[in-house]
């Protein structure tokens, strides 16, 4: 399920996973030459660190977003350089993140990692994954399509660090062969479907933040880039307050938190609690006691719609923490418990409220280590801890949240899939095939260069497409858990 320097020190001299040839392989994906555009295409991702606004692209709210200061973020070159950029720590597999319809067959994720001198002091940290999506080549059978992937890394136990090394490389770089296409391609990172995603420290040693990307091809108006994304299943942090206070459009932000606060008591809430709302009788023998707090710590989520997401989330200082936010909001969030009878069974506003925490990448990276988050048999159950703001630290080490919990059940769900019956595939979104093959077309036509729009109407198009496929993708529930978390 993962790979890492902390098990296979000797992994990533056996094989070439660094950040170059990733850079040059997307590149070379859309027949862009690398050697000219490498630096230039790496430093659009990091002018996201240059801008303090983003609209979000389905509300329109204009979002604050903190810029950095003192060139704390390194340059292009830096992060590209061999000796002392970024890194390979980690690949990691996330079957688990495949939708119910088995459209795709999940995300396979490489991890890099660096630490660099800040030019204040101390020690930067930056992180970035770059999670492609695997689309599933045989749609019309569902997840049953996606079984050769599942036996491919089942296979990988018991290999030699070697062999295993080359089959990897050759699973992200070239492909399975048998339809799947390689791992590391453009499309595979956001046209429409995967992403890239940073965790780093900002403006100082101990404040992280964690944002995302999806790639844009080049076009005739611009080159190929990263654009910068909401990030997903992280309302924005101040919809929780009681106020618009250092809102950007305080009447707009207005709206939308009067809308978000009816959809969490509404919507969310229920989700958050689906678990408990669709599960039997509670557990009592100490085996399944166990079975329980796995499967809560794994299962529980929400379907946040796009509109509400912000463009960062802080992991530090509880900034971004909807208990310490909220307010007015929790005797609305204690009705609802009432009537979904939760209130009843222990459950409170500031349980809800972690849960809300606990799936946004911030809860899940710092601020809802040990917090209660549910209950079985008397028993508290709290949020697993991280490794000090991240899972997967410079090393390959992993957190206590990672190895003890996510893996399990990880490894679980792998298991299942390869010694049962695939379920059958459910009716997919016809809007959604339509769209996939006019984004397909677009696409082509832009790396051939035959695109006949013009430019700006090009890049409109194009963006329509990717964000209304990726409100599709945020309906849907997962094939392995019913709300599939992005972390």
């Not at 930056?126 to 999506?133: G, K, P, Q, R, Y």
């Not at 050769?148 to 699973?171: C, D, I, N, R, Y």
């Not at 530090?316 to 009843?344: M, T, Y």
Request: negative net charge; aromatic residues 10%; hydrophobic residues 35%.
């Amino acid at each position: 399920m993962i790979v890492t320097l902390e098990d296979w020190p000797n992994f990533f001299s056996k094989a070439h996973f660094s950040f170059a040839r990733t850079i040059d392989a997307i590149l070379a994906s859309l027949k862009v030459d690398p050697d000219a555009n490498r630096i230039g295409f790496v430093q659009t991702l990091l002018d996201a660190y240059d801008i303090d606004r983003q609209n979000n692209p389905d509300s329109m709210l204009p979002m604050s977003i903190e810029k950095q200061r003192d060139n704390n973020i390194p340059s292009a070159d830096i992060l590209l350089d061999a000796d002392t950029g970024l890194r390979p720590v980690a690949l990691v597999n996330r079957l688990d993140r495949a939708p119910r319809d088995g459209a795709n067959c999940g995300e396979y994720r490489i991890v890099y990692a660096m630490k660099y001198r800040l030019q204040t002091g101390g020690w930067g940290r930056f992180f970035l994954n770059f999670e492609a999506v695997l689309p599933n080549p045989d749609r019309e059978r569902g997840i049953a399509g996606c079984m050769p992937v599942a036996e491919f890394w089942s296979g990988l136990s018991g290999k030699a660090e070697e062999q295993m090394a080359a089959e990897l490389e050759t699973f992200y770089y070239d492909g399975l062969g048998s339809g799947f296409v390689a791992t590391v391609l453009a499309k595979n990172y956001g046209i429409p479907d995967g992403q890239v995603r940073g965790n780093a420290t900002l403006n100082g040693p101990e404040h992280w933040q964690l944002r995302e990307w999806k790639l844009v091809p080049p076009s005739k108006t611009s080159g190929v880039a990263f654009r910068i994304e909401t990030v997903k299943n992280n309302a924005l942090a101040e919809f929780y307050r009681d106020d618009s206070k250092g809102a950007r459009d305080g009447k707009a932000q207005r709206q939308q938190r009067i809308a978000y606060q009816q959809a969490f008591v509404d919507q969310y809430l229920p989700q958050l609690f689906s678990p408990e709302l669709t599960s039997g009788p509670a557990p009592r023998d100490d085996p399944a006691i166990a079975a329980y707090m796995l499967s809560l710590l794994n299962d529980f989520g929400a379907a946040i719609e796009n509109r509400f997401n912000e463009f960062q989330n802080i992991s530090s200082n509880s900034e971004d923490d909807p208990e310490l936010e909220a307010s007015g909001l929790k005797p609305r969030i204690v009705a609802a418990l009432s009537q979904l009878d939760l209130l009843s069974k222990g459950v409170s506003s500031n349980e809800a409220l972690a849960r809300a925490g606990a799936i946004t990448c911030g809860g899940c990276h710092e601020f809802s280590n040990g917090k209660t988050v549910g209950h079985v048999a008397g028993r508290e159950i709290n949020w697993p801890n991280s490794l000090g703001f991240v899972h997967i630290d410079e090393n390959g080490n992993t957190s206590p949240a990672l190895r003890e919990w996510n893996l399990p059940w990880r490894r679980q769900k792998l298991y299942e899939m390869l010694c049962t019956e695939p379920k059958l595939p459910e009716p997919g979104f016809e809007e959604e095939l339509v769209l996939r093959n006019e984004l397909a077309e677009l696409l082509t036509a832009l790396i051939e260069k035959k695109t006949s729009l013009e430019g700006r109407e090009t890049d409109n198009r194009f963006r329509s497409l990717v964000d209304r496929l990726t409100s599709i993708d945020l309906e849907k529930e997962g094939y392995f858990v019913r709300y599939r978390r992005t972390h």
